[in-house]
């Protein structure tokens, strides 16, 4: 089992290694392992920073601006290449993934508590299969080029599929599979897989079902796992922080606000940012906060109620285990309007704590009322997001109320998908009584009771005269 851990890994300039520090095992780029084979825990890619060129400054990065032609310079992931070395530029898989914005966003600071200037919004639904998922797949489909891989597969909550399937679709590099969970995936999402060719199987249980089984499957059928288990997906969501950077001049900002459901984004956060200030690049590290949906809270269950930390890579694992096997007892499964994070147990949650140790984090949960809310503010002010997404606006206003977040600081919410993934959400929201109850039975099973930000349609007559006479008492009113 161990024979993978080669005398040549000293002279390795990247590589793949064990995150535990007791173990620390380090295994070749060309593996393709979902777990640390010797002793279950997640993997890293690892990098010789003194074996690979690094730009004495971020700004370095900007001059590929003028070099767009080139498919790497043109990827926001990929033009910031020198940071997540582990693949030949010619083993690249692009599709242009990364071109994205942060946005100043006053009507949303003021609505979270925070001065105008201090909020930003970084939509990553812009990106081509509409999440941040994107980011992660060009990494996974190019690392699972560089193994000869054929078939990739998946289980996901909806975006994670739809990104790995347009890869696919738009590279035939490879064929997918993708496990998703019945009932419980939007339909702009399930619409993707399905129309990139993407073989769907629906499973008769949940996400956290489908992840399991896909596991198993891969393993035995000698499929890729695209899943944010994998460490090179992790690499290129990486790149998120670098355009953030990027856009507010490489100047960090206080905070960087991020829903958390399996765990990646915040995981891949925390070592993009660990390894700019270990090579010099920033000098500040922004805190992270990562924002539960309270149906869905096990890392705020676990780290602000049961303490548990990252402890130096040695995080209390019977305190894990304890609080899964009592979730279990009580038959409690994750259940959220927020279904890119209805996730009950999220494979990263070791390494976020890692992130929370590095950059001072936070954690909260909201509820389906507060980030529905949140999502409406954000649609008000911009391109709108997707309902997990808002989790992020919503749990910031949250932790400005408890005093966590200070009114002058500078935060930046992860818009993590387009509004357009989940429109029934949308309309539904819209549709209802500002005043008084949802109607719709799906928002009356889950938390939502009302919709303060709600902008209903209005039927008018088919008459103009009527519809001017309408207008100019709702315009003038
Ligand atoms: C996947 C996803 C998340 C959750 O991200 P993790 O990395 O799993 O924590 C949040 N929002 C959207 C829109 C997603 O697709
Ligand atoms: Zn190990």
């Given amino acids: 089992m161990l024979s993978s851990q080669s005398d040549q890994s000293s002279q390795r300039a990247a590589f793949q290694q064990c995150i535990a520090p007791d ?62 070395p582990f693949a030949r530029e010619d083993q690249i898989v692009t599709i242009g993934e990364g071109q994205t914005i942060l946005q100043l966003s006053d009507s949303c600071a003021t609505w979270a508590g925070l001065k105008p200037g201090g909020l930003r ?25 560089m193994t000869g891989a054929t078939t ?13 399937a347009i890869y696919a679709s738009t590279t035939q590099l490879f064929r997918v599979v993708v496990f998703v969970g019945s009932g419980k995936i939007a339909f702009g999402k399930l619409s993707q897989a399905l129309d990139y060719g ?17 596991r198993e499957v891969c393993q035995a059928e000698g499929i890729y796992l695209c899943n944010s288990l994998n460490p090179f997906r992790l690499e290129g969501q990486k790149a998120i922080i670098y355009r953030i950077l990027e856009s507010l001049n490489w100047e960090p900002p206080d905070w960087i606000a991020v829903p958390g459901g399996n765990l990646g984004n915040s995981s891949a956060f925390g070592k993009a940012l660990i390894e700019l200030r270990h090579l010099g690049l920033i000098d500040r590290v922004p805190r992270v906060a990562v924002i539960n949906a309270s149906g869905a809270s096990t890392l705020d269950d676990l780290y602000n109620g049961r303490d548990l930390r990252w402890n130096g890579g040695r995080p209390d694992k019977a305190l894990i285990d304890g609080w899964y096997s009592e979730q279990d007892a009580e038959k409690k499964r994750a259940k959220t309007m927020a279904s890119a994070i209805e996730i009950g147990r999220p494979v990263n949650l070791v390494k976020c704590l890692r992130t929370l ?14 980030i529905l809310d949140a999502k409406a503010q954000i649609g008000a002010a911009g391109f709108g997001c997707e309902p997990a997404s808002a989790a992020s606006l919503a749990g910031v206003k949250l932790l400005r109320e408890q005093g966590q977040i200070a009114p002058s600081d500078r935060v930046v919410c992860v818009l993590t998908g387009h509004q357009l993934k989940d429109p029934d959400a949308t309309v539904t929201y819209h549709s209802s009584d500002p005043a008084g109850e949802v109607t719709s039975q799906r928002f009356l099973d889950h938390e ?17 005269a009527a519809i001017i006479s309408r207008i100019r008492e709702l315009l003038h009113a």
């Fill in 23 to 84: 173990c620390g095992q380090t295994y070749g780029l060309d593996e393709v392992l979902p777990l640390c084979p010797a002793c279950g825990e997640l993997l890293d890619v690892t990098y010789d920073w003194d074996r690979v060129p690094v730009p004495a400054s971020l700004r370095e990065f900007e001059a590929r601006w003028s070099s767009r032609r080139n498919p790497v310079d043109f990827s926001g992931v990929w033009r910031f290449r020198e940071l997540l």
């Fill in 152 to 164: 990739a597969a998946c289980a996901s909550t909806g975006n994670t599929s739809a990104s790995l």
């Fill in 357 to 370: 140790e590095a950059t001072d984090g936070l954690v909260c949960s909201v509820t389906d009322q507060q």
């Fill in 448 to 464: 939502v009771t009302s919709a303060p930000a709600a902008n209903r349609p209005i039927p008018v007559a088919n008459d103009s």
């Fill in 121 to 145: 919004l970084q939509y990553e639904g812009l990106n081509p299969s509409g999440s941040f998922k994107d980011n992660g797949m060009t990494a996974a489909a190019t690392h699972a080029r």
């Fill in 198 to 214: 993407a073989l769907t199987l629906q499973l008769d249980g949940d996400f956290d079902d489908a992840l399991i089984r896909v």
